[in-house]
């Protein structure tokens, strides 16, 4: 285990604070366009996830998975950013949007959350079988990056990833819970609130258009899905009973990822900031909550998956320099 920030990160003068770092490239970046290659994969359940793949298609090219965080997509302007980076790379990417992310509903009741490792196991399982040659990598973002890290917890010594990073991870759901709504960062909770109380009422309407009468009921049941202020109602209300947790405690429990660090054994990368509005401190984990291969690179700044650096005129993305960096040399060290 290391503490490190390898590759200097210099926060942009001209975004100060953590806000301005969290906002600024979600509301005025432009990101690239990609001309990409949708993929609708079918889970045992009958449900399903759509996978936007980008880069070189050899069967031998080496192919990262990318999660997107909540309320995010596959057009999210870090996934999208990071996918032509890795293509400048060579490499192929795969962008996975969560259950009804992709810009149509899921076909079930239940939908996606931070624990959600069995549809990350069911997307590396395809992956495999698709490109059985492919060195095989992963990289997620804030609750996509917790969904990795318990995974990798999770498969331990079986995972077949070559190596992972996770960034802005909210390594504690209770405590993420209780910081969101403190401060300025009330204003995130309430912006979430009402995209996750818009995901469920989209549920509700697309079950009521297909005559999917049983899981109308199922999430009727549970009552409004709007009129909630925090992250605790939601999910005492939905995530939980939704998805097998006996409430919310217990899903925070369950599925935060400080709880499976322990256990990984892949090379793994977290990037964090000390002033992510979204985490505590006190939240990251200590060195001996490690594993061996894994290294928390924190930063004083960044906000959360914000690592905005250069100009006004000509603004750079850290993430979009120093993950590439890192799987690259990842590669290079791994035996042939």
């Given at each position: 285990?290391?503490?490190?920030?390898?590759?200097?990160?210099?926060?942009?003068?001209?975004?100060?604070?953590?806000?301005?770092?969290?906002?600024?490239?979600?509301?005025?970046?432009?990101?690239?366009?990609?001309?990409?290659?949708?993929?609708?994969?079918?889970?045992?359940?009958?449900?399903?996830?759509?996978?936007?793949?980008?880069?070189?298609?050899?069967?031998?090219?080496?192919?990262?998975?990318?999660?997107?965080?909540?309320?995010?997509?596959?057009?999210?302007?870090?996934?999208?950013?990071?996918?032509?980076?890795?293509?400048?790379?060579?490499?192929?990417?795969?962008?996975?949007?969560?259950?009804?992310?992709?810009?149509?509903?899921?076909?079930?009741?239940?939908?996606?959350?931070?624990?959600?490792?069995?549809?990350?196991?069911?997307?590396?399982?395809?992956?495999?079988?698709?490109?059985?040659?492919?060195?095989?990598?992963?990289?997620g973002y804030s609750l996509g990056g917790n969904v990795l890290l318990k995974y990798l917890g999770e498969q331990?010594?079986?995972?077949?990833?070559?190596?992972?990073?996770?960034?802005?991870?909210?390594?504690?759901?209770?405590?993420?819970?209780?910081?969101?709504?403190?401060?300025?960062?009330?204003?995130?909770?309430?912006?979430?609130?009402?995209?996750?109380?818009?995901?469920?009422?989209?549920?509700?309407?697309?079950?009521?258009?297909?005559?999917?009468?049983?899981?109308?009921?199922?999430?009727?049941?549970?009552?409004?899905?709007?009129?909630?202020?925090?992250?605790?109602?939601?999910?005492?209300?939905?995530?939980?009973?939704?998805?097998?947790?006996?409430?919310?405690?217990?899903?925070?429990?369950?599925?935060?990822?400080?709880?499976?660090?322990?256990?990984?054994?892949?090379?793994?990368?977290?990037?964090?900031?000390?002033?992510?509005?979204?985490?505590?401190?006190?939240?990251?984990?200590?060195?001996?909550?490690?594993?061996?291969?894994?290294?928390?690179?924190?930063?004083?700044?960044?906000?959360?998956?914000?690592?905005?650096?250069?100009?006004?005129?000509?603004?750079?993305?850290?993430?979009?320099?120093?993950?590439?960096?890192?799987?690259?040399?990842?590669?290079?060290?791994?035996?042939?």
């Amino acid at each position: 285990m290391t503490f490190s920030a390898a590759t200097p990160f210099k926060p942009a003068w001209w975004l100060p604070g953590p806000h301005a770092q969290t906002l600024w490239a979600s509301l005025l970046r432009h990101a690239p366009r990609l001309q990409r290659q949708r993929e609708r994969l079918w889970l045992a359940d009958g449900d399903f996830l759509d996978l936007d793949w980008y880069g070189p298609h050899q069967a031998d090219t080496p192919l990262v998975l990318i999660a997107h965080g909540l309320t995010g997509s596959s057009q999210s302007h870090y996934v999208v950013g990071l996918q032509r980076a890795l293509a400048d790379l060579g490499w192929a990417s795969v962008a996975l949007n969560w259950r009804g992310c992709s810009g149509e509903a899921n076909l079930l009741p239940r939908g996606y959350h931070s624990g959600v490792s069995e549809d990350l196991a069911a997307v590396i399982n395809h992956l495999q079988a698709c490109r059985p040659l492919a060195p095989l990598y992963a990289v997620g973002y804030s609750l996509g990056g917790n969904v990795l890290l318990k995974y990798l917890g999770e498969q331990g010594e079986q995972c077949p990833l070559q190596a992972a990073v996770a960034v802005s991870v909210p390594f504690r759901l209770d405590h993420c819970a209780e910081r969101i709504g403190m401060g300025f960062s009330r204003l995130y909770q309430a912006h979430f609130m009402r995209a996750l109380g818009n995901y469920v009422q989209d549920k509700r309407r697309q079950f009521h258009a297909r005559g999917a009468h049983e899981h109308l009921a199922t999430l009727e049941a549970l009552g409004p899905s709007h009129g909630m202020r925090s992250f605790w109602e939601f999910d005492q209300r939905f995530t939980a009973p939704l998805h097998g947790y006996a409430d919310a405690a217990d899903y925070y429990r369950r599925a935060s990822s400080r709880f499976y660090l322990a256990r990984i054994a892949r090379p793994c990368l977290m990037i964090q900031a000390a002033d992510d509005p979204f985490v505590f401190p006190h939240s990251l984990p200590a060195p001996d909550e490690l594993a061996a291969h894994s290294q928390l690179e924190l930063h004083a700044q960044g906000g959360h998956v914000g690592f905005i650096e250069g100009s006004l005129r000509q603004p750079a993305f850290y993430l979009e320099r120093r993950i590439p960096q890192w799987l690259h040399q990842q590669a290079s060290q791994a035996p042939n």
